[in-house]
């Protein structure tokens, strides 16, 4: 067994290696992931060569795939570097096994036997039944194109961006599309669909020169960009942690919340 | 329950054109006191009306979570991962969410008549 092979099996086994999953994540006496992130980067970097040599067959570490890609000047965007599709226990599979009592491949509503609101939200092509097609969510379906299509167009007359197009938002594109007529005729519509159509996919895989590379690795390093450690994987244990709320006025404790319903959690930042 | 992490575009960073059309100009927060502060400016102007908690600054949640910069979780009344989102921006997918969740729900019903579901 050569030393790389050493190093990427070690690389793997440092996943939760550092957070003891009987305490809370922000319990003092917990250590901080600092100088273990920078070990997985560490090993990243080891592994990343490989990525390169590899390609699509490489499945280890995902960090060593995030490295490649800005190394290698990769553009970040669907479909290329590293957005792997979700994970879930409810997948098509464990609704048609449960709902799906004439095995037809297609979940009615007295099949469902649930709110009316829940149905029509799983019917996410509103085409009467809950079928494999409304639980695809990777790039090739046609509904997450059409929904893609759509939001762009949203964006372009929400000026304000605040995800609400008002009545003098639209008056403002409807004058756009007239221009200086006073109505909108059939090419300025297609026009404006074929525009939201033509930006879905940016040609080409090198990343634009907006910001500098070492600007990319710097982000990647600190974290902004991703975190060289995978998470908890479906079926694991969430690890608790407490946390104090924006406004100050309360602690939350993760393993509280989940007692009595599901908990979403939602990771992000303001940019 | 929404958790606050470290900026993805901070103007020290890899600062994002989009955000500067916006107004979002923000650095790297250095220490707890300023990470909330941005927290807090977020959470007003997205009015965000769910509990919003805020990551230690050595990114405690966000690394084991690896929630950078952003992502989706469900996670069960047994404290179980029923959903993981891939990593955002591109693996963030609130649809794919709303389906798990409610697969969440009809699995813990007892029958499965469900009259209301609070969402």
């Known amino acids: 067994m050569n030393l790389r092979a050493l190093l990427a099996i070690s690389a793997l086994s440092v996943p939760f290696g550092w957070a003891n999953a009987q305490s809370s994540l922000t319990d003092p006496s917990s250590p901080s992931p600092t100088a273990p992130a920078a070990q997985r980067w560490a090993m990243a970097g080891l592994l990343a060569p490989w990525v390169e040599l590899w390609g699509d067959r490489f499945q280890g570490m995902e960090a060593a795939r995030m490295l490649n890609t800005i190394q290698r000047g990769d553009a970040l965007r669907a479909g290329l570097a590293w957005y792997d599709p979700g994970q879930r226990r409810h997948d098509w599979a464990w609704f048609a096994k449960r709902f799906d009592a004439d095995k037809n491949g297609l979940i009615g509503k007295k099949e469902l036997k649930a709110a009316p609101e829940l149905f029509a939200s799983l019917d996410r092509d509103r085409d009467g039944a809950i079928t494999e097609a409304d639980f695809d969510w990777s790039d090739k379906s046609p509904w997450v194109r059409q929904n893609g299509i759509s939001l762009r167009l949203f964006r372009m007359i929400d000026k304000n ?55 990319w690795m710097k982000s990647l390093f600190e974290g902004d960009l991703g ?39 939602i990771f992000g930042s303001f940019t | ?36 502060e941005v927290a807090k400016a977020c959470s007003a102007k997205l009015e965000i009306t769910m509990p919003l908690v805020v990551d230690t600054i050595d990114d405690r949640v966000g690394h084991a979570y690896s929630g950078m910069p952003d992502r989706l979780y469900v996670i069960d009344q047994q404290g179980t991962i029923a959903y993981k989102s891939g990593r955002g921006p591109f693996g963030f997918k609130p649809g794919e969410l709303e389906q798990s969740l409610i697969g969440v729900l009809l699995e813990q019903s007892s029958s499965s008549q469900i009259e209301k579901v609070q969402k």
């Open chain 2, 1 to 36: 329950m929404a958790v606050y992490v470290r900026e993805a575009h901070a103007v020290d960073g890899a600062f994002s054109g989009n955000n500067e059309n916006a107004g979002i100009v923000v650095k790297q927060p250095r220490n707890l006191f300023d990470r909330t």
């Open chain 1, 161 to 215: 961006g605040n995800g609400k197009i008002s009545e003098s938002e639209m008056g403002e594109y409807f004058k756009k599309l007239a221009g200086e007529k006073e109505f909108v005729d059939p090419d300025n519509l297609r026009d404006a669909l074929l525009l939201a159509m033509a930006q879905e996919s940016p040609k080409g895989k090198s990343r634009a020169k907006k910001v500098a590379d070492e600007v």
């Open chain 1, 227 to 265: 975190s060289p450690f995978d998470g908890p994987a479906l079926g694991q244990k969430a690890l608790d942690f407490t946390l104090a709320t924006q406004d100050g006025k309360a602690r939350m404790t993760l393993s509280r919340l989940h007692e009595d319903k599901p908990v979403v959690l």
